[in-house]
Nanobody, 121 residues
Framework: VQLQVGGGLVQPGGSVRLSCAAS????????IGWFRQAPGKEREWVAC????????YYKHSVEGRFTISGDAAKNTVYLQMNSLEPEDTAVYYC????????????????WGQGTQVTVSS
């Protein structure tokens, strides 16, 4: 099972979309979470898309700026990030949970390799 993530460099106030493309599993069967780890900090939960009801959940600091969505035909989940701030700079990971959305790393079964997002002018 592989989860592939794409990222990049963006200016403050800008936008970037991360993609989590799966092979070996059907993402529709899983809750998909996004986590991030900033330099010198622990990895933290950012958002989740529930497979059971399609609900989305967000960390308070990104709510209204980030949007998680899925494309079943492409077996891909996206994290659209708008109004980015330097504090959003981190390595971003997607993860798949066979059960419910949750904010604990231990609740996820598969992880992407992580991608760097740098918000800088």
């Amino acid at each position: 099972v592989q989860l592939q993530v794409g990222g990049g460099l963006v200016q403050p106030g800008g936008s970037v979309r991360l993609s989590c493309a799966a092979s070996g599993i059907t993402l529709d069967d899983y809750a998909i979470g996004w986590f991030r780890q900033a330099p010198g900090k622990e990895r933290e939960w950012v958002a989740c898309l529930s497979s059971s009801n399609g609900n989305t959940y967000y960390k308070h600091s990104v709510e209204g700026r980030f949007t998680i969505s899925g494309d079943a035909a492409k077996n891909t989940v996206y994290l659209q990030m708008n109004s980015l701030e330097p504090e959003d700079t981190a390595v971003y990971y997607c993860a798949a949970s066979y059960f419910l959305c949750e904010n604990r790393e231990s609740g996820y079964d598969y992880w992407g390799q992580g991608t760097q997002v740098t918000v800088s002018s």
